[in-house]
């Protein structure tokens, strides 16, 4: 005997599944403002995927460094706030990174490098959830507050700039640029080397 | 197969399951292709009154656990594992396991789309592998409850494994985001 019920199930599920992912490519191109594209899956939505506009009331405190990896794991994003000025870092650990300066406007701060590069981002009272666009590809983030030795820290010198990434875990992430030629940044020492600690401030 | 007897009276049922397993391998490794091969999705969603779609995610995936840690007493009911059942049991296992599952869809489509399978760290390669692994058991199933002449143990492995896969999912990803965000909302 044949019962079908389950067979239902699985071909709803399956049909779903490809549905959602064929969906997302067809509707969702590549454009900048995705930050309020609806969610992907009606299972998700309480219908009204509205964004964090309205609940993102709270303000960026006087002074504070967020970091973390993004949604993908693939690049590590750290936001420095002092005042009303931020500094951003996102880079990959071995062949990408940006630097940005933006401007905080209460909860929320969006930076742009004079590369193309850009970030919009949301305090939530705890937490700081945006997108890092480059070009094309976007990179959803949700960090969490890096005190030190955690942070953004940065070495310059005359043909070299590295940036580093030390997440409240220890882990880092970093680029030594080269004269524009990138590779993986050495170790850091967030105790004992010379790097600076960034701050909103710093340009 | 070919080596079964025609007259065997199992031989169709042995095809049957062998012919649902396969169903289920292709699932998974078409999810993990998908997966690797998808260029990642660019997208930051999220749903009001949660402050990250992670958070969303995280929940999800809970409320998830939660209904197949409800699929395991009701089969073990159903097995007369343990005392108490009755028809009631199956109504429940039956919904609350395609609970379960349309819970976990929206949080896989996230992960293959945003994500897609990846083996940055211990975690997340346990995590993509359990998330293929979970739909492609969870086909098998589906296949094997199908039908009546499925071998007895077919149901009890392949649920005792879909659970398995869906408590390694949850505490790869929303026990992580607790531990690591707190548990928020």
Redesign the interface.
């Given at each position: 005997?044949?019962?079908?019920?389950?067979?239902i199930?699985?071909v709803l599920?399956?049909g779903?599944?490809v549905v959602?992912?064929s969906l997302?490519d067809a509707l969702?191109p590549?454009q900048p403002g995705?930050?309020e594209?609806?969610?992907?899956?009606p299972?998700?939505?309480?219908a009204?995927?509205?964004?964090?506009d309205?609940?993102g009331a709270a303000e960026f405190p006087d002074e504070a460094v967020y970091a973390g990896k993004d949604?993908?794991?693939?690049v590590a994003v750290a936001v420095a706030i002092k005042g009303d000025r931020a500094v951003a870092y996102v880079c990959d650990g071995k062949s990408f990174e940006s630097w940005m300066t933006g401007v905080v406007d209460g909860g929320r701060v969006t930076l742009e490098s004079n590369r193309g590069p850009t970030i919009d981002a949301r305090f939530?009272g705890?937490?700081v959830?945006?997108?890092a666009?480059d070009g094309?590809?976007?990179?959803?983030f949700?960090l969490?507050k890096a005190d030190p030795p955690a942070g953004l820290y940065r070495e310059e010198s005359s043909d070299t700039t590295i940036g580093w990434i030390v997440l409240p875990d220890g882990r880092q992430v970093g680029i030594k640029n080269t004269d524009g030629t990138l590779t993986p940044a050495p170790r850091l020492d967030p105790e004992a080397d010379t790097a600076e600690l960034v701050t909103g401030a710093t340009r | 197969m070919s080596t079964a007897h025609p007259d065997d009276p199992t031989a169709g049922a042995r095809s049957a399951f062998v012919i649902a397993v396969l169903v289920g391998l292709m699932?998974a490794v078409g999810l993990g292709t998908?997966g690797a091969v998808?260029e990642?999705?660019?997208?930051?969603?999220?749903?009001?009154?949660f402050?990250?779609?992670?958070a969303?995610k995280a929940w999800?995936g809970t409320l998830a656990l939660v209904l197949a840690i409800v699929q395991l007493v009701t089969a073990l009911k159903i097995y007369g594992k343990l005392s108490g059942g009755g028809p009631v049991m199956n109504v429940l296992h039956?919904w609350s396991?395609?609970a379960a599952?349309?819970?976990s869809?929206?949080v896989?489509?996230?992960c293959?789309?945003?994500?897609?399978f990846?083996a940055?760290?211990a975690r997340?390669l346990l995590h993509s592998i359990a998330g293929c692994f979970f739909?492609g058991v969870?086909?098998v199933?589906?296949?094997a409850?199908?039908?009546?002449n499925s071998p007895g143990w077919a149901l009890p492995v392949a649920g005792g494994a879909a659970f398995t896969a869906l408590t390694v999912l949850w505490a790869t990803s929303s026990l992580w985001f607790f531990a690591?965000?707190g548990v928020?909302f």
């Open positions: 005997m044949k019962r079908r019920g389950p067979l199930t699985l599920t399956l779903a599944l959602i992912l997302n969702i590549n995705a930050a594209a609806p969610a992907p899956a299972a998700a939505s309480s009204d995927a509205t964004g964090d309205a609940a949604a993908s794991g693939k939530n705890k937490r959830t945006g997108v666009a094309d590809v976007q990179y959803a949700d969490e | 699932v998908y998808h990642p999705g660019k997208v930051a969603i999220n749903v009001a009154g402050s990250s779609f992670l969303v999800l039956r396991g395609r599952v349309a819970a869809l929206p896989a489509a996230h293959l789309y945003i994500a897609g990846m940055t760290d997340v739909y969870f086909a199933k589906m296949l409850l199908s039908d009546d690591t965000f928020t």
